[in-house]
């Protein structure tokens, strides 16, 4: 695949995640149907993409690797299932600002479980990222908004730290079969959890059909293919950058599509939680390349 049709593939994927929460408005089921019927649709599409394009399994053949990918699939069906439950209670924009707050908990924690260097940067970063949550869920609550959706917004972030900590120690299962397997351990996670609660018989109203097709085919099945696919042959640079306008166009998404207002505290708190996760990372992006060409004097 070359370099052109990678950057395209990555920058979709992320524009289709950004979405995930308006097309979920159209569907007029519970949250938990939503994630129920996205994974299953999803998974089934990664699973024939797997098969036709003929490629090996690596899940068995390291079962350490093989528990964390397992793991973290639960874990990501678990956060599913909070975040799209908090997207009902306190809207897409908020929810999805809190969900974004999962990477720089895995960049905190960093140091304990990878044994990486804990910076001045990225402790900026996460201060910044601390005071954004605090001006997006004050006002929120001054405007009404659930207590209980904040902190379903809030796990489902501690949820996704977890996911992304657990698929990094799968160090040998990667790109396709990574998301496949990931996306199948998260629909059987949260069949279980529809099984208990009110058994698979699930009431599809017609208006609903095509955003269920949409949100399991397109944002999660390709999304998540297209991610996968694309980033192995990306800079690392060009993924930490661009990865940032997944929930910067949420936020957009859900005040264009939505209609969801944002106050001006809120806005200062969008910033200031995507600017500090972006500059945590980005920092010591930099200081590394600078370390890797030093520049010497003439």
């Given amino acids: 695949m070359n370099v052109k049709k990678s950057y395209v593939m990555y920058l979709a994927s992320l524009f289709m995640f950004g979405m995930n929460g308006i097309v979920a408005s159209f569907i007029m089921l519970s949250s938990y149907e939503i994630v129920f019927t996205r994974t299953l649709i999803g998974s089934l599409l990664l699973i024939i993409i797997f098969a036709m394009t003929k490629q090996k399994k690596n899940l ?125 351990t998260s629909f059987l996670t949260v069949a279980v959890f529809v099984g208990m609660k009110q058994g698979f018989i699930i009431h599809i109203d017609s208006v609903s059909i095509l955003p269920i097709l949409i949100l399991g085919i397109f944002n999660t099945g390709l999304g998540c293919y297209f991610y996968f696919s694309s980033i192995g042959n990306l800079p690392v640079q060009t993924v930490a950058i661009c990865g940032y306008l997944e929930p910067l166009s949420a936020v957009i998404f859900s005040v264009l599509f939505l209609h969801e207002s944002m106050s001006r505290i809120q806005i200062m708190g969008a910033v200031l939680i995507i600017g500090g996760a972006a500059f945590g990372e980005l920092y010591q992006l930099y200081s590394n390349k600078l370390n890797m060409n030093p520049i010497k004097s003439i």
Avoid: R
Avoid at 143 to 158: C, P, R
Avoid at 159 to 178: D, P, Q, Y
């Fill in 60 to 184: 068995f053949k390291n079962k350490k690797h093989g528990f964390y990918l397992i793991t973290s699939g639960i874990a990501m069906g678990a956060s599913w299932l909070f975040l799209y439950e908090a997207y009902n209670l306190i809207g897409v924009g908020i929810a999805s600002l809190l969900y974004y707050c999962g990477p720089v908990f895995v960049m905190v924690l960093a140091p304990l479980l990878f044994h990486e260097k804990l910076t001045m940067a990225k402790i900026v970063g996460f201060l910044s990222v601390l005071l954004g949550m605090f001006f997006v869920n004050i006002q929120a609550f001054q405007d009404g908004k659930s207590f209980i959706g904040v902190l379903l917004g809030i796990m489902s972030a501690l949820l996704f730290a977890l996911m992304v900590i657990l698929n990094k120690k799968a160090k040998s299962i990667t790109g396709l079969e990574n998301s496949m397997w990931q996306v199948l």
